[in-house]
């Protein structure tokens, strides 16, 4: 019997938010393709960059949907049609979190939002929120700046550099989920 999972990097196409706080989840996507030496390519029925790991019959579909954040929902219709998945728990939506100090990594099953329009839009799309997240940290933005530029201001290279080792947490959190099941890998990401 065929298992199929699918994990999503959420992001916004295109070099100019390449290297912004929104995009962190399609960064972690990217370096755990990068670790199974997988490629991304475009896929237009699934409107995202989109890369498979075949393991016997299991297969996980890594997918950077090229709608917008925004619109993340409208990629995750082509991949469910695609790979049919059986139940929302065989998603990994991987995305930034406000609610989370910058570099934090916690991996969650189900729950809300919290304003995400990514989140929003695939929840929309699903027709559920029990699907399973890996939360990366970015904090609330200071001052006067509005989330909305906060989350899309490019980063620095210092700040690049910093997020560097929350990007690999990132991608171990989710090589655990898709090896040990998201519940069990709970307890060794959130301990952290």
Do not use: W
Not at 6 to 28: F, K, Q
Not at 152 to 162: E, F, H, P
Request: proline share 4%; charged share 20%.
């Amino acid at each position: 019997m065929t298992s199929v999972r699918v994990v999503l990097g959420l992001g916004n196409p295109g070099r100019e938010y390449a290297r912004t706080r929104h995009n962190l989840g399609a960064l972690v996507l990217e370096q755990a393709c990068e670790r199974l030496d997988l490629k991304l390519i475009p896929s237009l029925r699934s409107r995202s960059l989109l890369a498979e790991y075949r393991n016997g019959t299991d297969v996980v579909a890594y997918a950077f949907p090229q709608t917008y954040m925004n619109n993340s929902g409208l990629a995750l219709q082509g991949l469910l049609r695609r790979y049919k998945l059986k139940s929302p728990a065989d998603l990994i939506v991987i995305h930034d979190e406000l609610d989370l100090p910058p570099g934090a990594v916690r991996l969650k099953l189900g729950g809300g939002v919290a304003g995400h329009n990514g989140l929003k839009s695939i929840v929309a799309a699903l027709g559920t929120a029990d699907f399973a997240r890996i939360r990366i940290g970015i904090g609330r933005p200071i001052g006067a700046q509005s989330v909305v530029d906060y989350v899309l201001a490019q980063l620095t290279l210092n700040d690049m550099k910093g997020f560097a080792d929350t990007l690999a947490i990132a991608a171990d959190a989710l090589e655990l989920a898709l090896s040990k099941g998201v519940e069990p890998a709970m307890n060794d990401v959130n301990r952290e």
